[in-house]
């Protein structure tokens, strides 16, 4: 699939939106590059148009859920609500009640070169 060209607000948009997520290098751990979005959670305005350009770009295909993966990935459910999906919880196990499906995964961060 080929990506269309974008246009000039949605350009600035992204730009606005990178610009408040923080990098910290060597965090948690040496070689490790951390994306701390806290300030974009903190933008109301940024965090909308963030999840408003999530559902624009994932619009054109055919899903039934969206995935959030541990915490973090719950920051997602936005996005569920947008695009009218459901959300799904993705956790370790042990952490959520109730009917579940199990999975063996392999959880670790990958160190970049």
């Known amino acids: 699939m080929a990506f269309k060209r ?13 610009s408040r ?4 290098p060597d965090f ?4 490790i590059l951390f994306r701390d979005i806290t300030p974009l959670l903190k933008d109301g305005a940024a965090y909308r148009r963030c999840i408003d350009l999530l559902a ?9 859920y969206i995935a959030g993966i541990e915490s973090r990935g719950f ?3 936005p996005l569920s609500y947008k695009t ?8 370790k196990d042990g952490k959520l ?3 579940k ?6 959880w670790n961060m990958v160190r970049r070169p």
Request: with cysteine; aromatic share 8%.
């Open 6 to 18: 974008l246009d000039p607000q949605t350009a600035t948009d992204l730009d606005m939106i990178k």
């Open 21 to 24: 997520i923080r990098a910290v």
């Open 28 to 31: 948690p751990q040496k070689g």
């Open 56 to 64: 624009d770009m994932v619009s054109r295909y055919d899903f039934d």
């Open 75 to 77: 920051l997602l459910s």
């Open 84 to 91: 009218e999906k459901g959300f799904l919880l993705v956790r």
């Open 97 to 99: 009640p109730f009917t």
């Open 101 to 106: 499906i199990k999975r063996n995964t392999c």
